[in-house]
């Protein structure tokens, strides 16, 4: 069955960093393409970035403003997402999705950024 | 970033048809291939077709989607209680180099 876990989530102050993980079970990872996406609570879908399947083609959505880094290891079938200088704003569902098609989600991971 | 306009709310009767629009511009939903996806409260989305009307194995007839000029359409017909959901389309943009998607369009089925 094909699958997608994300982990890394939590609680953290304005300013702040964080590392959030992603990793892909039942397909050839590196194969495809990966993204992330948030939605804030009670908001809609947010394209964050995204990655060729090569660790090439990198883009991020504007709001990023460089405080985010996507990257991915497919030797352990793993993408990642380290973001910098948080802000109460990316306060979100972060999912990770498979390929140009984001036809597999994961559950998410929470993100809290308060004071 | 570039907007994509999908109306807010639409409501429909059982077994009807609901038709969910997604109006973008000629970088984006005139140009590439739109994803329609799926969101019931408190899960993930779902994907029910990807460029413009390719459906993923086990999702049903009942969701068709199109595209016409700058605007694409999701048809979802014969109306059932498991279709209220959240409706967001998504596709690629061109002049800005990213994926965009639209404000959600909350589906209520009388």
């Known amino acids: 069955e094909v699958h997608l876990a994300e982990s890394g989530g939590g609680l953290v102050q304005p300013g702040t960093s964080l590392r959030l993980s992603c990793v892909g079970t039942?397909?050839?990872?590196?194969?495809?393409?990966m993204h992330w996406v948030r939605q804030a609570p009670g908001r809609g879908l947010e394209w964050v970035s995204g990655?060729?399947?090569?660790?090439?083609?990198?883009r991020y959505a504007d709001f990023v403003e460089g405080r985010f880094t996507i990257s991915r290891d497919n030797a352990k079938n793993s993408l990642y997402l380290q973001m910098h200088s948080l802000r109460l704003e990316d306060t979100a569902l972060y999912y990770c999705?498979?390929?140009?098609?984001?036809?597999?989600w994961g559950q998410g991971t929470m993100v809290t950024v308060s004071s | 970033q570039a907007g994509l306009t999908q109306p807010p709310s639409v409501s429909k009767g059982l077994g009807q048809i609901a038709i969910l629009t997604c109006t973008g511009n000629?970088?984006?939903?005139?140009?590439?291939?739109v994803a329609w996806l799926q969101q019931h409260q408190g899960h993930p989305p779902k994907l029910l077709s990807h460029?413009?009307?390719n459906r993923p194995s086990g999702i049903s007839e009942r969701f068709s989607a199109s595209r016409s000029g700058n605007t694409a359409s999701l048809a979802i017909s014969g109306l059932q209680p498991e279709d209220e959901a959240d409706y967001y389309c998504?596709?690629?943009?061109?002049?800005?180099?990213?994926?965009?998607f639209g404000g959600g369009t909350k589906l209520t089925v009388l």
């Open positions: 999705a498979k390929d140009d098609a984001f036809d597999v």
């Open positions: 039942g397909f050839s990872f590196d194969d495809y393409a």
């Open positions: 990655l060729a399947w090569n660790g090439g083609a990198i």
């Open positions: 000629s970088n984006n939903v005139g140009f590439k291939g």
């Open positions: 460029r413009n009307n």
């Open positions: 998504l596709v690629w943009d061109t002049s800005l180099d990213a994926w965009v």
